[in-house]
């Protein structure tokens, strides 16, 4: 969670969303969703970004695969090459102690 003294000002907007609606945001945009109440379903969530290929993304426990243009020594990943990359860092990760999983930094003036 970012620290209410780093929020900016303003007030929250709602954005109501149907059973299979997309959300396109900024990376830096301060957000969050109300708690899953249907005990009976899941809600899914997929976080893409769009970066140059040699900044390295902050998240060092979690796959990062190219998906288009053109890197030496780095081939564009196929569906089963993705999928697979996802489901090693699940059984990597499952039942560990994971620490930090993002660059959020406390002291620091804006949320990575």
């Known amino acids: 969670m ?10 929250p ?24 109440d249907t005990p ?5 969530s997929l976080d893409l ?3 140059s290929v040699p900044v390295p993304t902050g998240r060092p426990v979690f796959p990062s695969l190219l998906l288009r243009g053109q890197r030496r020594g780095i081939q ?3 569906w089963d090459s993705w999928r697979a990359a996802w489901l090693a860092a699940r059984d990597r ?3 560990q102690e994971l620490g930090k999983l993002n660059r959020w930094d406390p002291g620091a003036a804006m949320c990575a």
């Open 13 to 36: 907007a709602p954005v109501p969303m149907r059973r299979g609606s997309v959300l396109l945001m900024h990376s830096r945009t301060v957000h969050s969703s109300l708690p899953n």
């Open 76 to 78: 564009v990943a196929q």
């Open 2 to 11: 970012i620290p209410a003294g780093q929020l900016p000002g303003g007030k």
């Open 49 to 51: 970004r769009y970066q």
């Open 93 to 95: 990760l499952a039942g």
């Open 40 to 44: 009976d379903r899941v809600r899914l």
